[in-house]
C-alpha cells in the first residue's frame, strides 16, 4: 500500500523536475501545486478501471477534458505525450462551458476548473451515471457529487474519493488508490437516483 504512494510521489517529484523549465510563465507555486496534481491525474487514469463500453474502441484513447480556465497551462499535455495506458494514448482537450452536455460526455476523465464552481451541481448531475471520472480542486467538489477533489493541506496534495459517485459511474478504482485517499460521502439532497 504504502509501495504506491511512494511511486505516485516519485512519479509528481520526477514530472516537476523534468518539467520545471516549462512553469516559468506560472507562479511558482501555481505551477509545482499544478504539475503534481497533473502528475496525479496521469496516475489516477492508471489506477482506475472503466467499462469496456466506455470506449468505441479496443485502442481508442483516454480523453482527459479540462472544463473552464486551465490551470495546467501544457503541463498535463506534456505529461501525458506519447504514454499509454493499457494499449491506450492519451488525449488533452479543453472545453468551455456549455448547456450542450456531448463535449463532456465525450470524456473519460473530467477536470472541473473551480472556476467552473457556480456549474459543478449542473456538470455533476448531467454526468453521474456516465462512465466518466470527474476531478475537481473547488472546496467540497466530492460531496456535491465529484469522484475526486483535490485538497491541499500543510502545503501538500492531496485528494478525496466519494466512492458512492464512482459505483454510480460504474467505476473501479483500484483499493491501492482508495487507502491513500481521504473518502468522503456525498451530502443526502445530491444523492438522489435518477428518476
Known sequence: MRK?????????LLSAMALGSHAEGLDN???SEYLIKAGFIYNFAKLVEWPTTAFAQPD????IGILGNDPFGATLDRIVADKKINGRGIAVKRIKW????KDLKDCNILFVSSSENEHIDTVVDAIKWLPILTI?????FARRGGIMNFTLEDNK???EVNVEAAKHAD??????LLT???IVQQTAADARKPE
Do not use: Y
Open 171 to 176: 467505476l473501479t478504482i483500484s483499493s491501492r
Open 136 to 140: 475537481g480542486d473547488a472546496p467540497g
Open 4 to 12: 504506491v504512494g511512494v511511486l505516485i510521489t516519485i512519479t509528481c
Open 60 to 63: 481508442s484513447p483516454i480523453v
Open 98 to 101: 456549455s448547456k450542450d452536455f
Open 180 to 182: 491513500l485517499a481521504r
Open 29 to 31: 507555486s501555481d505551477s
Open 157 to 159: 496534495v492531496r485528494f
